[in-house]
């Protein structure tokens, strides 16, 4: 089970940090990603994460975003800044156990997934 927290309404310019808890398993290493769905438009990559802590990030939000997580609380976290409008969407953590590092922003490598949490940037 994944529960995403810490969506919200912002500024723009200002930033948000998104949380996700991977619950269920104890003692496993998960990859994680970070998708996001704005009204009326397709799902779309954000960041992703693998075993090792590598990262991978989408064009949009390359040097604005960070993923990072806790190996030892299975907790993946989202940081944001400089958030602008184009940044307003639904945010959707997703888990499994492997990912290859080169499909880390392919929801469909994804076997889990959470409720998402919205964030609003005016």
């Known amino acids: 089970q994944l529960v995403e927290s810490g969506g919200g309404s912002v500024q723009a310019g200002e930033s948000l940090r998104l949380s996700c808890v991977a619950s269920g398993y104890t003692d496993r290493n998960y990859c994680f990603g970070w998708f996001r769905q704005a009204p009326g438009k397709a799902r779309e990559a954000v960041a992703g994460?693998?075993?090792?802590?590598?990262?991978t990030y989408a064009r949009s939000v390359q040097d604005r975003f960070t993923i990072s997580k806790d190996r030892a609380r299975n907790i993946a976290y989202l940081q944001m800044n400089n958030l602008n409008a184009e940044d307003t969407a639904m945010y959707y953590c997703?888990?499994?156990?492997?990912?290859?590092?080169?499909?880390?922003?392919?929801?469909?490598?994804?076997?889990?997934w959470g409720q998402g949490t919205q964030v609003t940037v005016s």
């Open positions: 997703a888990a499994d156990f492997y990912v290859h590092p080169s499909s880390l922003l392919e929801p469909g490598d994804y076997d889990y």
């Open positions: 994460i693998d075993l090792n802590g590598g990262t």
